[in-house]
Protein backbone atom coordinates (compact mmCIF):
# COMPACT_ATOMS: atom_id res chain seq x y z
CA UNK A 1 0.00 0.00 0.00
CA UNK A 2 1.55 3.67 -1.18
CA UNK A 3 2.39 5.58 1.86
CA UNK A 4 0.58 8.24 3.66
CA UNK A 5 -2.88 6.87 2.71
CA UNK A 6 -5.45 8.95 5.15
CA UNK A 7 -8.64 7.11 6.58
CA UNK A 8 -10.56 9.26 8.05
CA UNK A 9 -13.05 8.66 11.28
CA UNK A 10 -15.15 6.29 11.12
CA UNK A 11 -17.63 5.49 13.82
CA UNK A 12 -16.59 6.34 17.51
CA UNK A 13 -16.09 3.71 19.47
CA UNK A 14 -16.95 5.55 23.34
CA UNK A 15 -17.04 9.09 23.86
CA UNK A 16 -13.70 9.68 25.44
CA UNK A 17 -11.76 8.27 22.02
CA UNK A 18 -14.19 10.53 19.74
CA UNK A 19 -13.28 13.09 22.17
CA UNK A 20 -9.64 12.46 21.15
CA UNK A 21 -10.16 11.75 17.85
CA UNK A 22 -11.78 15.40 17.81
CA UNK A 23 -7.91 15.96 17.23
CA UNK A 24 -5.38 13.40 17.89
CA UNK A 25 -3.30 11.88 14.67
CA UNK A 26 -1.97 8.81 14.97
CA UNK A 27 0.89 7.89 12.39
CA UNK A 28 1.70 4.19 11.25
CA UNK A 29 5.31 3.04 10.56
CA UNK A 30 5.15 -0.44 9.62
CA UNK A 31 6.94 -2.18 6.50
CA UNK A 32 4.25 -5.19 6.66
CA UNK A 33 0.68 -4.16 4.84
CA UNK A 34 -1.38 -6.43 6.56
CA UNK A 35 -0.54 -5.94 10.00
CA UNK A 36 0.02 -1.92 8.96
CA UNK A 37 -3.86 -2.54 7.40
CA UNK A 38 -5.46 -4.48 10.52
CA UNK A 39 -3.65 -1.71 12.92
CA UNK A 40 -5.11 1.67 10.94
CA UNK A 41 -8.68 -0.11 10.70
CA UNK A 42 -8.61 -0.45 14.10
CA UNK A 43 -7.70 2.89 15.24
CA UNK A 44 -10.00 4.06 12.55
CA UNK A 45 -12.62 2.76 14.06
CA UNK A 46 -12.03 3.90 17.30
CA UNK A 47 -12.21 7.77 15.91
CA UNK A 48 -8.64 8.71 14.99
CA UNK A 49 -6.79 10.00 12.02
CA UNK A 50 -4.63 7.45 10.93
CA UNK A 51 -1.66 8.19 8.66
CA UNK A 52 0.68 5.22 7.08
CA UNK A 53 3.91 4.82 6.64
CA UNK A 54 6.11 1.75 5.40
CA UNK A 55 9.22 2.23 6.31
CA UNK A 56 11.19 4.55 8.28
CA UNK A 57 12.24 6.77 5.92
CA UNK A 58 9.13 7.53 4.80
CA UNK A 59 8.18 7.52 8.57
CA UNK A 60 10.24 10.54 8.91
CA UNK A 61 9.19 12.62 6.25
CA UNK A 62 5.19 12.19 7.16
CA UNK A 63 6.08 13.39 10.63
CA UNK A 64 7.59 16.43 9.64
CA UNK A 65 5.03 17.21 7.18
CA UNK A 66 1.93 16.22 9.26
CA UNK A 67 3.82 16.66 13.25
CA UNK A 68 0.75 13.60 14.14
CA UNK A 69 -0.19 13.99 17.92
CA UNK A 70 1.19 10.04 18.24
CA UNK A 71 3.30 7.62 16.70
CA UNK A 72 3.21 4.20 16.56
CA UNK A 73 6.30 1.98 15.28
CA UNK A 74 7.07 -0.79 14.33
CA UNK A 75 10.64 -2.34 15.88
CA UNK A 76 11.09 -4.85 12.82
CA UNK A 77 11.54 -3.04 9.36
CA UNK A 78 14.57 -3.06 6.85
CA UNK A 79 16.95 -0.35 6.30
CA UNK A 80 15.36 1.91 9.74
CA UNK A 81 14.62 -0.64 12.51
CA UNK A 82 11.98 1.09 14.77
CA UNK A 83 14.57 1.78 17.89
CA UNK A 84 17.19 3.86 14.66
CA UNK A 85 14.06 5.33 13.61
CA UNK A 86 13.30 6.97 17.09
CA UNK A 87 16.99 8.01 17.52
CA UNK A 88 16.83 9.86 14.13
CA UNK A 89 13.47 11.15 15.58
CA UNK A 90 14.76 12.39 18.76
CA UNK A 91 17.56 14.17 17.50
CA UNK A 92 15.44 16.21 14.81
CA UNK A 93 15.00 19.28 16.72
CA UNK A 94 11.07 19.56 15.17
CA UNK A 95 10.18 16.36 15.89
CA UNK A 96 11.92 15.37 19.21
CA UNK A 97 9.30 15.65 21.71
CA UNK A 98 7.06 13.43 19.86
CA UNK A 99 5.46 10.09 21.56
CA UNK A 100 6.50 7.09 20.18
CA UNK A 101 5.11 3.62 20.67
CA UNK A 102 7.53 0.75 19.85
CA UNK A 103 5.37 -1.96 18.30
CA UNK A 104 7.09 -5.53 19.45
CA UNK A 105 5.76 -8.95 19.25
CA UNK A 106 8.72 -9.39 22.29
CA UNK A 107 8.36 -8.66 25.65
CA UNK A 108 11.73 -9.18 27.07
CA UNK A 109 12.86 -6.71 29.42
CA UNK A 110 16.53 -6.23 28.21
CA UNK A 111 14.98 -5.23 24.67
CA UNK A 112 12.79 -2.78 26.60
CA UNK A 113 15.20 -0.88 27.95
CA UNK A 114 17.16 -0.92 24.47
CA UNK A 115 14.10 0.65 22.90
CA UNK A 116 13.55 3.14 26.09
CA UNK A 117 17.35 3.98 25.89
CA UNK A 118 17.11 4.35 22.06
CA UNK A 119 13.81 7.08 22.22
CA UNK A 120 10.42 5.19 22.91
CA UNK A 121 8.22 5.83 25.39
CA UNK A 122 6.35 3.17 25.52
CA UNK A 123 5.45 -0.16 24.09
CA UNK A 124 2.77 -1.84 22.42
CA UNK A 125 2.71 -5.80 21.54
CA UNK A 126 1.56 -6.93 18.52
CA UNK A 127 -0.58 -9.46 20.48
CA UNK A 128 -2.71 -6.43 22.81
CA UNK A 129 -5.89 -6.98 22.87
CA UNK A 130 -8.33 -3.78 21.85
CA UNK A 131 -8.49 -2.82 24.93
CA UNK A 132 -4.95 -2.40 25.57
CA UNK A 133 -4.29 -0.73 22.37
CA UNK A 134 -7.39 1.91 23.35
CA UNK A 135 -5.91 2.15 26.83
CA UNK A 136 -2.22 3.02 25.93
CA UNK A 137 -2.89 5.17 22.75
CA UNK A 138 -5.31 7.22 25.14
CA UNK A 139 -2.73 7.23 27.81
CA UNK A 140 -0.01 8.23 24.76
CA UNK A 141 -2.39 11.25 23.56
CA UNK A 142 -2.64 12.41 27.24
CA UNK A 143 0.80 12.50 27.30
CA UNK A 144 1.62 14.03 23.95
CA UNK A 145 -0.74 16.76 24.77
CA UNK A 146 0.75 17.52 27.77
CA UNK A 147 3.91 17.98 26.09
CA UNK A 148 2.75 20.18 23.21
CA UNK A 149 0.90 22.37 25.83
CA UNK A 150 4.45 22.64 28.04
CA UNK A 151 5.98 23.67 24.20
CA UNK A 152 3.55 25.99 23.77
CA UNK A 153 3.75 27.50 27.03
CA UNK A 154 7.23 27.28 26.64
CA UNK A 155 7.44 29.03 23.39
CA UNK A 156 4.83 31.92 24.76
CA UNK A 157 7.17 32.82 27.57
CA UNK A 158 9.90 33.24 25.46
CA UNK A 159 7.90 35.24 23.11
CA UNK A 160 7.02 37.57 26.08
CA UNK A 161 10.68 37.68 27.51
CA UNK A 162 11.99 38.75 23.83
CA UNK A 163 9.00 41.33 24.17
CA UNK A 164 9.94 42.65 27.30
CA UNK A 165 13.88 42.43 26.07
CA UNK A 166 12.83 44.87 23.26
CA UNK A 167 11.01 47.44 25.13
CA UNK A 168 13.64 47.45 27.86
CA UNK A 169 16.03 47.81 25.18
CA UNK A 170 14.19 50.62 24.13
CA UNK A 171 13.22 51.92 27.65
CA UNK A 172 16.59 52.28 27.69
CA UNK A 173 17.49 53.75 24.86
CA UNK A 174 14.92 56.89 25.73
CA UNK A 175 17.07 56.84 29.02
CA UNK A 176 19.96 57.04 27.69
CA UNK A 177 19.22 59.77 25.35
CA UNK A 178 17.49 61.85 28.12
CA UNK A 179 20.62 61.06 30.12
CA UNK A 180 22.54 62.84 27.02
CA UNK A 181 20.41 66.17 26.98
CA UNK A 182 20.79 66.58 31.18
CA UNK A 183 24.29 65.88 29.82
CA UNK A 184 24.52 68.60 27.37
CA UNK A 185 23.18 70.91 30.12
CA UNK A 186 26.02 70.19 32.27
CA UNK A 187 28.60 73.41 32.50
CA UNK A 188 31.76 72.56 30.31
CA UNK A 189 34.68 71.73 32.08
CA UNK A 190 37.97 74.38 31.78
CA UNK A 191 38.53 77.68 31.74
CA UNK A 192 35.14 80.06 32.68
CA UNK A 193 36.03 83.28 32.78
CA UNK A 194 38.74 85.52 33.88
CA UNK A 195 41.05 83.21 36.19
CA UNK A 196 38.37 80.29 37.38
CA UNK A 197 38.49 76.91 36.05
CA UNK A 198 36.20 74.31 36.51
CA UNK A 199 36.03 70.95 36.97
CA UNK A 200 33.67 67.78 37.80
CA UNK A 201 32.77 64.20 38.14
CA UNK A 202 29.23 63.21 38.38
CA UNK A 203 27.92 59.34 38.27
CA UNK A 204 24.50 59.23 38.23
CA UNK A 205 23.01 56.00 40.58
CA UNK A 206 21.12 54.86 37.24
CA UNK A 207 21.79 56.11 33.64
CA UNK A 208 19.72 58.83 34.54
CA UNK A 209 20.52 61.31 37.63
CA UNK A 210 18.61 63.68 39.93
CA UNK A 211 21.30 65.72 41.43
CA UNK A 212 22.46 68.23 39.12
CA UNK A 213 24.38 71.89 38.72
CA UNK A 214 25.03 74.63 37.04
CA UNK A 215 27.65 77.23 36.68
CA UNK A 216 26.68 80.23 33.87
CA UNK A 217 27.23 84.19 33.28
CA UNK A 218 25.07 86.12 34.91
CA UNK A 219 26.40 89.41 33.22
CA UNK A 220 29.46 90.50 32.45
CA UNK A 221 31.24 90.52 36.13
CA UNK A 222 28.92 87.47 37.57
CA UNK A 223 28.56 83.74 37.65
CA UNK A 224 25.59 81.94 39.02
CA UNK A 225 26.31 79.07 40.81
CA UNK A 226 24.12 75.72 41.71
CA UNK A 227 24.00 72.20 42.85
CA UNK A 228 20.47 70.96 43.32
CA UNK A 229 19.99 67.13 45.10
CA UNK A 230 16.53 65.38 44.89
CA UNK A 231 15.36 62.91 47.59
CA UNK A 232 15.51 60.01 46.51
CA UNK A 233 16.93 58.73 43.17
CA UNK A 234 15.92 56.99 39.74
CA UNK A 235 13.70 58.59 36.52
CA UNK A 236 11.52 60.21 38.89
CA UNK A 237 13.54 62.22 40.49
CA UNK A 238 15.65 62.74 37.43
CA UNK A 239 12.49 64.22 35.73
CA UNK A 240 11.70 66.72 38.66
CA UNK A 241 15.68 67.63 39.15
CA UNK A 242 15.32 68.63 35.31
CA UNK A 243 12.40 70.89 35.78
CA UNK A 244 13.96 72.84 38.52
CA UNK A 245 17.29 72.80 36.54
CA UNK A 246 15.53 74.05 33.61
CA UNK A 247 13.77 77.13 36.28
CA UNK A 248 16.78 78.04 37.14
CA UNK A 249 18.43 79.10 34.27
CA UNK A 250 19.81 82.05 34.08
CA UNK A 251 17.08 83.98 31.80
CA UNK A 252 14.74 82.26 33.84
CA UNK A 253 15.70 84.15 36.92
CA UNK A 254 16.11 87.35 35.30
CA UNK A 255 12.48 87.22 33.82
CA UNK A 256 10.73 86.23 36.93
CA UNK A 257 12.75 88.04 39.53
CA UNK A 258 15.34 90.60 37.78
CA UNK A 259 18.28 89.03 39.41
CA UNK A 260 20.00 85.79 40.38
CA UNK A 261 20.51 86.84 44.33
CA UNK A 262 20.67 83.77 45.49
CA UNK A 263 17.88 83.93 48.76
CA UNK A 264 15.79 85.49 45.91
CA UNK A 265 16.18 82.75 44.04
CA UNK A 266 15.44 80.01 46.59
CA UNK A 267 12.48 82.35 48.05
CA UNK A 268 10.74 81.85 44.65
CA UNK A 269 11.78 78.11 44.28
CA UNK A 270 10.71 76.99 47.53
CA UNK A 271 7.20 78.80 46.73
CA UNK A 272 7.72 76.86 43.31
CA UNK A 273 8.31 73.56 44.16
CA UNK A 274 6.29 72.32 47.48
CA UNK A 275 6.87 68.99 49.22
CA UNK A 276 5.33 66.02 46.73
CA UNK A 277 2.65 63.97 48.10
CA UNK A 278 5.38 61.02 48.19
CA UNK A 279 7.97 63.41 50.40
CA UNK A 280 10.10 64.17 47.44
CA UNK A 281 11.92 67.57 47.69
CA UNK A 282 15.11 69.08 46.67
CA UNK A 283 17.71 70.45 48.51
CA UNK A 284 19.43 73.32 46.19
CA UNK A 285 22.61 75.76 47.25
CA UNK A 286 23.00 79.04 45.03
CA UNK A 287 26.09 81.26 44.80
CA UNK A 288 26.90 84.19 42.79
CA UNK A 289 30.31 85.00 42.38
CA UNK A 290 31.46 88.57 41.30
CA UNK A 291 34.12 88.15 39.47
CA UNK A 292 36.26 91.28 39.60
CA UNK A 293 36.49 91.57 43.11
CA UNK A 294 35.91 87.47 43.92
CA UNK A 295 33.25 87.87 46.01
CA UNK A 296 30.99 85.50 46.92
CA UNK A 297 27.22 85.62 48.37
CA UNK A 298 25.11 82.43 48.70
CA UNK A 299 22.41 80.61 50.52
CA UNK A 300 21.39 77.15 50.92
CA UNK A 301 18.37 75.62 50.89
CA UNK A 302 18.75 72.15 53.33
CA UNK A 303 21.76 71.75 51.37
CA UNK A 304 25.11 71.09 53.71
CA UNK A 305 27.44 69.65 50.71
CA UNK A 306 29.84 72.86 49.66
CA UNK A 307 32.78 73.55 50.63
CA UNK A 308 35.59 76.32 50.91
CA UNK A 309 38.84 75.45 50.32
CA UNK A 310 41.30 77.78 50.40
CA UNK A 311 44.92 78.01 49.44
CA UNK A 312 46.58 78.61 52.67
CA UNK A 313 43.71 78.42 55.41
CA UNK A 314 41.54 75.07 56.68
CA UNK A 315 39.07 74.31 54.86
CA UNK A 316 35.19 75.41 55.76
CA UNK A 317 31.36 73.99 54.88
CA UNK A 318 29.48 76.79 53.73
CA UNK A 319 25.94 76.35 55.11
CA UNK A 320 23.72 76.77 57.87
CA UNK A 321 20.98 74.95 58.87
CA UNK A 322 18.41 75.32 56.79
CA UNK A 323 14.67 74.20 55.04
CA UNK A 324 14.93 72.46 52.16
CA UNK A 325 12.53 73.33 48.97
CA UNK A 326 8.88 72.99 49.94
CA UNK A 327 9.27 71.91 53.71
CA UNK A 328 7.87 75.02 54.56
CA UNK A 329 6.11 77.93 52.15
CA UNK A 330 7.20 80.53 54.65
CA UNK A 331 10.66 79.89 54.58
CA UNK A 332 12.90 83.07 54.55
CA UNK A 333 16.68 82.27 53.55
CA UNK A 334 19.34 84.36 55.04
CA UNK A 335 22.32 84.91 52.18
CA UNK A 336 25.96 84.81 53.47
CA UNK A 337 28.84 86.99 51.58
CA UNK A 338 32.84 85.91 51.70
CA UNK A 339 35.80 87.28 49.43
CA UNK A 340 37.57 83.97 47.91
CA UNK A 341 41.77 84.82 47.48
CA UNK A 342 43.85 83.90 45.02
CA UNK A 343 44.00 79.93 44.36
CA UNK A 344 41.09 79.01 46.71
CA UNK A 345 39.45 76.22 45.60
CA UNK A 346 35.02 75.97 46.26
CA UNK A 347 33.57 72.51 45.74
CA UNK A 348 29.94 71.54 45.44
CA UNK A 349 28.77 68.33 45.98
CA UNK A 350 25.38 65.92 46.74
CA UNK A 351 25.21 63.86 49.10
CA UNK A 352 25.47 60.63 47.23
CA UNK A 353 29.27 60.98 47.76
CA UNK A 354 29.32 61.52 51.27
CA UNK A 355 26.94 59.51 52.49
CA UNK A 356 28.45 56.27 50.37
CA UNK A 357 28.53 53.81 52.94
CA UNK A 358 30.85 51.19 54.24
CA UNK A 359 29.76 47.31 54.24
CA UNK A 360 28.92 47.96 58.12
CA UNK A 361 27.05 50.69 57.15
CA UNK A 362 29.00 53.75 58.19
CA UNK A 363 28.51 56.96 55.92
CA UNK A 364 31.90 58.19 54.83
CA UNK A 365 30.58 61.39 55.92
CA UNK A 366 31.81 64.80 55.14
CA UNK A 367 34.73 65.38 57.30
CA UNK A 368 36.64 62.41 55.02
CA UNK A 369 35.84 64.46 51.82
CA UNK A 370 37.33 67.66 53.69
CA UNK A 371 40.42 65.46 54.40
CA UNK A 372 40.09 63.89 50.82
CA UNK A 373 40.43 67.82 49.58
CA UNK A 374 42.94 68.52 52.47
CA UNK A 375 45.66 66.58 50.82
CA UNK A 376 45.37 67.23 47.31
CA UNK A 377 45.65 70.82 47.30
CA UNK A 378 49.00 70.58 45.26
CA UNK A 379 47.10 68.23 42.79
CA UNK A 380 45.32 69.94 39.82
CA UNK A 381 41.55 70.01 40.62
CA UNK A 382 40.45 67.12 38.43
CA UNK A 383 42.89 65.18 39.92
CA UNK A 384 41.40 66.10 43.40
CA UNK A 385 37.94 65.52 42.74
CA UNK A 386 38.96 61.93 41.05
CA UNK A 387 40.56 61.03 44.20
CA UNK A 388 37.83 62.16 46.01
CA UNK A 389 35.82 59.29 44.00
CA UNK A 390 38.24 56.83 44.68
CA UNK A 391 38.38 57.26 48.50
CA UNK A 392 34.46 56.98 48.53
CA UNK A 393 34.76 54.08 46.28
CA UNK A 394 37.27 52.48 48.62
CA UNK A 395 35.12 52.78 51.62
CA UNK A 396 32.11 51.90 50.32
CA UNK A 397 34.10 48.27 48.56
CA UNK A 398 32.02 49.21 45.24
CA UNK A 399 32.30 50.91 42.40
CA UNK A 400 29.08 51.88 41.58
CA UNK A 401 27.41 54.35 44.16
CA UNK A 402 23.63 53.81 45.54
CA UNK A 403 22.79 57.54 45.14
CA UNK A 404 23.89 59.98 42.72
CA UNK A 405 27.28 61.35 43.36
CA UNK A 406 28.72 64.75 42.17
CA UNK A 407 31.30 66.83 43.37
CA UNK A 408 32.03 70.47 41.07
CA UNK A 409 35.07 71.84 41.87
CA UNK A 410 35.53 75.85 41.16
CA UNK A 411 39.82 77.21 41.54
CA UNK A 412 40.55 81.07 41.33
CA UNK A 413 43.92 81.49 39.70
CA UNK A 414 47.41 82.15 41.27
CA UNK B 1 14.07 48.22 59.26
CA UNK B 2 11.77 47.12 61.69
CA UNK B 3 8.59 48.81 63.16
CA UNK B 4 6.77 47.64 66.16
CA UNK B 5 3.63 49.83 67.35
CA UNK B 6 2.99 50.73 70.90
CA UNK B 7 -0.54 52.09 72.46
CA UNK B 8 0.88 55.37 75.22
CA UNK B 9 -2.01 57.22 76.45
CA UNK B 10 -3.33 59.83 74.06
CA UNK B 11 -0.97 58.26 71.06
CA UNK B 12 0.93 55.75 69.52
CA UNK B 13 4.78 55.20 69.49
CA UNK B 14 6.51 53.46 66.33
CA UNK B 15 9.13 51.96 67.96
CA UNK B 16 11.64 52.19 64.59
CA UNK B 17 14.65 50.20 64.06
CA UNK B 18 17.19 49.80 61.35
CA UNK B 19 17.57 52.82 58.87
CA UNK B 20 15.25 55.32 57.34
CA UNK B 21 15.78 55.74 53.54
CA UNK B 22 15.05 55.48 50.37
CA UNK B 23 14.71 51.57 50.51
CA UNK B 24 12.72 51.24 53.07
CA UNK B 25 9.96 54.31 52.56
CA UNK B 26 7.12 51.92 51.95
CA UNK B 27 7.39 50.08 55.04
CA UNK B 28 7.73 53.05 57.16
CA UNK B 29 4.23 54.83 54.66
CA UNK B 30 2.46 51.34 56.01
CA UNK B 31 3.36 51.87 59.38
CA UNK B 32 2.41 55.53 59.72
CA UNK B 33 -1.27 54.59 57.50
CA UNK B 34 -2.01 52.19 60.02
CA UNK B 35 -1.74 54.18 62.67
CA UNK B 36 -3.14 57.44 61.00
CA UNK B 37 -6.41 55.17 60.38
CA UNK B 38 -6.75 54.60 64.31
CA UNK B 39 -7.66 58.24 64.50
CA UNK B 40 -4.23 58.52 66.84
CA UNK B 41 -3.72 62.15 67.64
CA UNK B 42 -0.43 61.69 68.77
CA UNK B 43 2.32 59.76 66.43
CA UNK B 44 5.81 59.68 68.63
CA UNK B 45 8.32 58.42 65.95
CA UNK B 46 10.96 56.46 68.39
CA UNK B 47 14.58 56.64 66.57
CA UNK B 48 16.38 55.79 69.39
CA UNK B 49 17.52 52.59 67.02
CA UNK B 50 17.77 54.50 63.97
CA UNK B 51 21.46 54.91 63.01
CA UNK B 52 20.80 56.41 59.73
CA UNK B 53 17.87 58.63 57.73
CA UNK B 54 18.94 59.85 54.17
CA UNK B 55 17.13 62.68 52.64
CA UNK B 56 14.56 60.75 51.24
CA UNK B 57 13.74 59.74 55.08
CA UNK B 58 13.72 63.27 56.17
CA UNK B 59 11.22 64.10 53.31
CA UNK B 60 8.99 61.07 54.96
CA UNK B 61 8.81 62.54 58.15
CA UNK B 62 8.33 65.81 57.18
CA UNK B 63 5.09 64.97 55.02
CA UNK B 64 4.14 62.95 57.58
CA UNK B 65 4.01 65.68 60.07
CA UNK B 66 2.28 68.04 57.67
CA UNK B 67 0.06 65.24 57.09
CA UNK B 68 -0.61 64.81 60.45
CA UNK B 69 -1.19 68.81 61.21
CA UNK B 70 -4.12 68.87 58.24
CA UNK B 71 -5.78 66.58 60.94
CA UNK B 72 -5.48 68.78 63.71
CA UNK B 73 -2.76 65.59 65.36
CA UNK B 74 1.01 66.08 65.78
CA UNK B 75 4.08 64.04 65.22
CA UNK B 76 6.86 63.92 67.98
CA UNK B 77 10.62 62.44 67.54
CA UNK B 78 12.12 60.62 70.37
CA UNK B 79 15.85 60.21 70.87
CA UNK B 80 17.51 60.45 67.67
CA UNK B 81 20.78 59.21 67.84
CA UNK B 82 23.81 61.97 67.44
CA UNK B 83 24.23 61.77 64.18
CA UNK B 84 20.51 61.53 62.43
CA UNK B 85 19.77 64.65 65.08
CA UNK B 86 22.84 66.55 63.29
CA UNK B 87 21.37 66.08 59.86
CA UNK B 88 17.80 66.61 61.12
CA UNK B 89 19.39 70.34 62.71
CA UNK B 90 21.02 71.14 59.36
CA UNK B 91 17.72 70.51 57.70
CA UNK B 92 16.05 72.52 60.34
CA UNK B 93 13.43 69.56 61.22
CA UNK B 94 13.34 70.55 65.04
CA UNK B 95 11.32 73.51 63.89
CA UNK B 96 8.48 71.72 62.35
CA UNK B 97 8.85 68.67 64.88
CA UNK B 98 9.38 68.55 68.24
CA UNK B 99 12.04 66.17 69.37
CA UNK B 100 12.15 64.51 72.94
CA UNK B 101 14.23 63.00 75.14
CA UNK B 102 11.94 60.58 77.04
CA UNK B 103 8.31 59.57 75.76
CA UNK B 104 6.79 61.05 79.54
CA UNK B 105 8.50 64.53 78.20
CA UNK B 106 6.56 63.86 74.96
CA UNK B 107 3.41 63.03 76.27
CA UNK B 108 3.24 66.23 78.72
CA UNK B 109 4.40 68.30 76.44
CA UNK B 110 1.26 67.43 73.58
CA UNK B 111 -1.21 67.21 76.95
CA UNK B 112 0.40 70.73 77.64
Known amino acids: ?414 | MEIKERAVPHGTILDVVGDLTYANRAAFKAAVDNVKQTGCRHLIVNMEQVRFVDSAGLGLLVLVSQNFKQLQAQVSILKPQSYVREIMSLANIPKMIPIYESEEDALIARAA
Open chain 1, 1 to 414: MNSNALHHIGKAADLSAWREASIATILLVDDEPVTRAGMAARLTRLGYRVLEAENGREGLEVARRERPDLLIVDWVMPEMDGPTFCEAMRRDPLLKSSHILLMTAHDQPAQIAEGLARGADDFLSKAASKQEVTARVLAGLRTSRLVRELETTGSQLESSMRLLQTRQAEMETDLQSAANFVHSMLPAQGSLAQGISLAWEYQPALTLGGDLFGVAPIDAEHLGLYILDASGHGVAAALRSATLMTFLRVDNMLQLIGSYDPEKVLFEANRRFPLSDEGDYFTLWVGQLHVPTRSLSYASAGHHGVLLNPAEKPSRWLTRPSSPLGFNPASVFACDQLTLQPADRLFLLSDGIYEASSPTGEPWGRWRFQQAVETQKRSPLSATISHCFTEARRWQEQCEFLDDAAVVGLELAV
